[in-house]
């Protein structure tokens, strides 16, 4: 059902997830053509020789495959940009992902189609009749986690900025789905694109009273000031519950071009990690 031709999945990372479900994160499009802000008609029908385009602007601050609503994009572009990727999974007619406003909080909710939660985590039971497809987290320095059960039945897709990663996003992430049956053992778990502990500065009190709640995430900018380290907090958080299958890459959002950057930038886009259900 999401097998991509080599073209396609140009920009999009493949994350492991076991055997039981398919993770992504997206980049910005590079590649891609743009589509100039209020060009596109969201309301034709897929095959209609409209061009399939990833990318959103022609410059600017919103450049590339922008999937936030909430970050002042052309919301016609950003539509089009979250249609393109169900297209892109190849998800059947009718079949749609779910998103969430995210507030940098630890609260936890179920994944809809019908309804944009305000909330920092998804958890998606495909077991429940009328189960969106998948669900989405969107981030542009934060991290984004994705989880999935051995047999995919249940997923989850995190926000875990540093207030969500220090107020215990991640373990209510997982105790949410301990509730639903899942064994920590029998998780997989992979770390997205974020900002890295040599990038993100922090005020040496901030270093402070975060490390306190989480030694894991203290760290040194590379040119020697305080910073802090979200994405080894949460795998620190992880492997603490007993998660057994853990991936992370090594991106910085802030280094590298290819992911929208709020540090780096401050107007900009938002990629997404996306799971899926095999």
Known sequence: MY???????????????????????????????????GSVDVTQPQGSGAD????????????????ALHVGDDPQRVHHHRRRLEELLNLEPGQHLAWMNQVHSAVVAEARVESVPTAD????????????????????????LLLASRDGSLTAAVHAGRRGMLDGVVTATIESLQRSGVDPADLWAAVGPSICGSCYEVPDHMRT??????????????????????????????????????????WCTYEDSRFYSFRRDGVTGRLAGVVLPR
Do not use: K
């Not at 399939?52 to 999937?67: M, R, T």
């Open 3 to 37: 097998d991509m031709s080599n073209d396609q999945v140009t920009d999009l990372i493949e994350a492991d997830l076991g055997p039981g479900a398919h993770g992504y994160f997206t980049t910005r499009g590079l590649r891609a053509r743009p589509v100039p802000a």
């Open 52 to 67: 399939p385009v990833s990318s959103g602007g022609e410059g600017g601050d919103y450049s590339g495959w922008n999937l």
């Open 121 to 144: 985590a998804l958890v998606l039971d495909s077991r429940v009749p009328g189960a969106p497809a998948g669900c989405c987290v969107l981030v542009a320095d934060c991290v984004p």
């Open 209 to 250: 009273l975060s490390a306190q709640r989480e030694p894991a995430c203290a760290s040194r900018t590379s040119w020697g000031t305080p910073g802090l380290d979200v994405a080894a907090g949460v795998l620190a958080q992880l492997e603490r519950v007993g998660v057994g299958h853990v991936s992370a890459g090594r």
